[in-house]
């Protein structure tokens, strides 16, 4: 019967009665061994990337990991007497902790919440009570609860950057599809054009009005036809062609294209070259597209009879141009998110001319960067890598083949 009585015992009743059996030493050992184990489990949990809190029935915190300190700003490792209504009162609510008294702890608690002190964070929560053993009583038996917050910040972060990239890619298709559409009409009503020109030649001088206005028609319906080519070309992105080219000689071919908007507004453009010849590796017809587009970006920027610099160079690193105006500039708080989809601070604009020159300079490994101070101007620094991408691994593959 009594052996009965043993066998019924829970494993903590066990344990007790074993430890009163321990001598002096042997219970000094044991307590050595527990508080060696305590603080390799406070170690473990110091590194891992997941908070961890221990509300007890009071919501009073009795133990917290390194990172459950920090999403909660808490500073000293010192946690006792510290309420979790105090210190991260959209936590408690989230636990259903509202009130001073009886927390009403859930059975588990999973969700997904924002934090917004000491920063704005997403986290996951999952809760579960901790349960006393000596209780039979259900509502008593609650002794707290154990809090497990993951900071899935970057992983939403990286989730609506996905959305939205599929989001331009849909975009981009469609406005692909309504370029070509508009590019077959185009070279229809060039080819009818060149039809009347040509007939009107054999007219005599009384229709010279009507020669002059079909001759900027045509010039007319040949600039649209560029633009939706350079358009398509910019928004289904390729692979460049890497090839050793002049940065000079492209930038003077952009220069070119946007000759008459330049000659509009009276604004002229001082090339600034460090070298004759600053060589790259790349594919001419997409830095021509970067270039078209930060120069475009200038002259929208500038007042009439303004001047737009463009300065280019080599460093140690780097090949260079920077695109200097002194237009109206940036506000500081919009500069971060220039390279955005659809963000401009233009009225007519379409908010993709920068997200383009970023995808494109990126594809060439180089850099983009924007100095600007509204009222004041904007400085665009284009910095090409002196080794193409192709040489540098190549290279890389064969020192690595070389060991």
Known sequence: MEVGNKSNRSPLDRVLGRLDDLDEVNLGILVQRLARERKLLETVFDVIRDGVLVLDDKGFLTYSNQQGRTLVGLKDNNSEKINIRKVAPEIARALGMERAQDPSYPEVVMREMQITYPETRQLRLYAVPIERSDQKDEALNKAGLAVVMTDVTEELDDFNAKIESEKVSSIMDLAAGVAHELGNPLNSINIHLQLLQRNLEFLDNENAKAKKSLHS?????????????????????????????????????????????????????????????????????QIKQVLFNVIGNALDAVGESSVIRVVTGINDNYVFAKIVDQGTGIKKEDISRVFEPYFTTKKSGHGIGMMIVHRIMRDHGGEVGIDSKEGSGTIVSLNFPRKSIRRTLLESTESNDSN
């Open 217 to 285: 028609c045509i010039k007319e319906v040949q600039r649209l036809d560029g633009i939706i080519s350079h358009f398509l070309k910019a928004i289904r992105p390729t692979d460049p062609d890497f090839k050793k080219i002049n940065l000079l000689h492209i930038v003077e071919e952009t220069v070119r294209l946007r000759e008459k908007e330049l000659h509009a507004k009276k604004i002229s453009v001082s090339m600034e070259a460090g070298v004759r010849e600053p060589m790259i590796y790349a594919d001419a017809e």
